[in-house]
């Protein structure tokens, strides 16, 4: 089975206002929203805006066992995940599935 690419993270100047934007723009969901980034569901894959100082640029995998990828930190929402990096220095967040599916703010 293959994994599951939760969201792709970008970042942007300010949340409330690049919310409004991409709801006038397409047909979303807003799954998530606090002071520091939000979820935005599209029909195959999520969009995290984040704020530059709070989240680096990165994409979510979802993984059964992703403390095997080393210590997890509980966010805000309740999820847990490990931030790594690819050989090229890209940042890949590993996400604990069972935090992210089990979540009712997600």
Not at 37 to 63: C, T
């Amino acid at each position: 089975m293959l994994d599951n690419i939760h969201h792709i993270a970008i970042q942007v100047k300010n949340i409330d206002e690049s919310i409004s934007w991409y709801r006038e723009k397409f047909n979303l969901n807003i799954k998530y929203q606090d002071d520091s980034w939000a979820l935005l569901e599209f029909d195959n894959i999520s969009i995290a805006l984040v704020l530059k100082d709070q989240h680096p640029n990165h994409f979510g995998i979802l993984k059964d066992n992703a403390e095997s990828f080393g210590s997890l930190k509980k966010h805000r929402d309740d999820t847990k995940s490990i931030y790594i990096s690819d050989p090229s220095g890209n940042s890949v967040e590993i996400l604990d599935k069972k935090s992210v599916i089990d979540n009712p703010k997600l």
